[in-house]
């Protein structure tokens, strides 16, 4: 099998020898071993190869980007030649660029093979320790797998990085049954570098499956209120979503982002600090190079509620005027607060501890309503019960000024680290 830089040079080559003016490629080669669980039994075991190249080419301004799954020289050749033609039948535009020279890097983590018998051993051992401690769950489908990644990003200035990573990720789909009720479903998923730890014991997957057991009884809830919400940490990437497509390319480009004029400004409580870690100990399931081509640094997005950052790729800035980003979000890593949970829980004396949130995307000022899934109302600092029929809305943009609490605890998914946070303002509506 030919090596992702081998495919990656090939691939820069033809698009050059097309008369490509610059060119950016990149080649990465797939390893996954994975176990899957259906009906609550393992029922597959199977490794699968995958290529991906993915091709830029710039003419006269003109820019064509296509991508191959297949690495022999006569695919590479075909996708060369398609970047080109789309690029032909493009506008041209100033701010199509590629990175500039950097030094060539190697970079790695995680394990370059599976522990095939630790799987098996993790695998059986949920299952079994599900059965136990929550009889009631039903495990509609879990996967384990391994995947290692290899990529090599070249581009006509000199780029040239190598990267590897092997991390497991764990996946699975539940509800608990009692007789003939059934609860709604959930799902998690994480990522970890090894599998020192039973499954049930990461990223808060006991705590979601004695939810589960408990959201078989579900109440429906009742009238109409503007209250408090604590924001579970498998919930909070909604927020965190949306403030980093406010400031990334589209709409800033657009000019539609409301936080267009914000950098070094207050965008959220000063209790919050945001930070994007893809090349952290914390986050094993990061990334070391940007979509652009740049080496891929950690930054601070939001620090005591203060815009420090842009998610402006080398377009966005050339076409915004503003500094591009030094890297491209996720990997989000959200500074603890001093309050425990149980604390937090206590100070509110009407809302809703929000576990799951089904609905659109917001608008682009931040409005949004959805339907709160798998959640509690809580009042007088209590923890009632679990609720049902209730429909959550508010703006983003106000519940990020309007954080009331952080919390000490955290949950570690492998691809963020984000704790409970409670927040003011939104209208929770039932029945």
Not at 120 to 145: C, S, T
Not at 162 to 168: A, L, R
Not at 252 to 267: E, N, R
Request: charged share 25%.
């Amino acid at each position: 099998m030919r090596s992702g830089r081998e495919i990656a040079k090939d691939a820069l080559e033809a698009l050059l020898r097309l008369g490509a003016d610059k060119a950016q490629t990149s080649a990465s080669l797939i390893e996954k071993h994975e176990m899957n669980v259906d009906a609550g039994e393992l029922s597959l075991l199977r490794t699968t190869f995958d290529t991906h190249v993915a091709l830029t080419a710039i003419k006269e301004g003109k820019r064509g980007q296509t991508a191959a799954n297949k690495s022999d020289l006569e695919s590479i050749e075909r996708a060369a030649h398609d970047a080109m033609d789309i690029a032909a039948a493009s506008q041209p535009d100033d701010a199509n660029d590629i990175a500039e020279n950097q030094p060539a890097e190697v970079f790695a983590t995680g394990n370059e093979a599976p522990d095939l018998d630790k799987m098996h051993m993790r695998i059986r051992e949920f299952l079994d320790q599900v059965k136990g401690r929550h009889p009631k769950a039903v495990i509609r489908q879990a996967y384990l797998d391994f995947t290692r990644t290899s990529t090599c990003v070249m581009n006509s200035n000199g780029v040239d990085f190598e990267s590897t990573k092997g991390v497991y990720h764990f996946m699975t789909m539940f509800s608990s049954k009692e007789g003939d009720k059934v609860s709604s479903f959930n799902y998690t998923s994480f990522s970890v570098k090894d599998l020192d730890r039973p499954l049930l014991e990461c990223a808060g997957l006991d705590r979601l499956l004695r939810q589960s057991g408990e959201q078989i009884e579900t109440v429906p809830l009742q009238g109409k209120f503007v209250g408090k919400v604590i924001i579970t940490p498998e919930c909070l990437d909604e927020i965190l979503w949306f403030l980093a497509w406010s400031v990334s390319d589209g709409p800033m480009i657009a000019g539609t982002s409301i936080y267009k004029d914000s950098l070094g400004k207050q965008v959220a409580s000063e209790l919050l600090t945001i930070h994007s870690r893809p090349v952290s100990d914390e986050i094993p399931d990061g990334y070391f190079v940007t979509h652009d081509g740049y080496k891929a640094q950690n930054m601070t997005l939001v620090e005591k509620g203060v815009l420090k950052s842009y998610l402006l790729s080398l377009y966005g800035a050339k076409k915004t005027g503003k500094d591009r980003a030094v890297n491209h979000g996720t990997s989000w890593v959200v500074e603890p607060g001093d309050v425990s949970l149980d604390d937090m829980v206590k100070s509110i004396d009407r809302g809703i501890l929000l576990a799951r949130f089904s609905g659109g995307n917001p608008s682009a000022n931040g409005d949004f309503s959805g339907i709160a899934k798998n959640s509690y109302l809580i009042e007088d600092g209590e923890i009632k019960y679990p609720i049902s029929e209730s429909m959550v809305s508010g703006n983003l943009a106000e519940m990020l000024m309007n954080v009331l609490a952080v919390s000490k605890e955290r949950v570690y998914s492998g691809f963020s680290v984000l704790p409970w946070v409670a927040v003011s303002g939104a209208t929770i509506s039932g029945k």
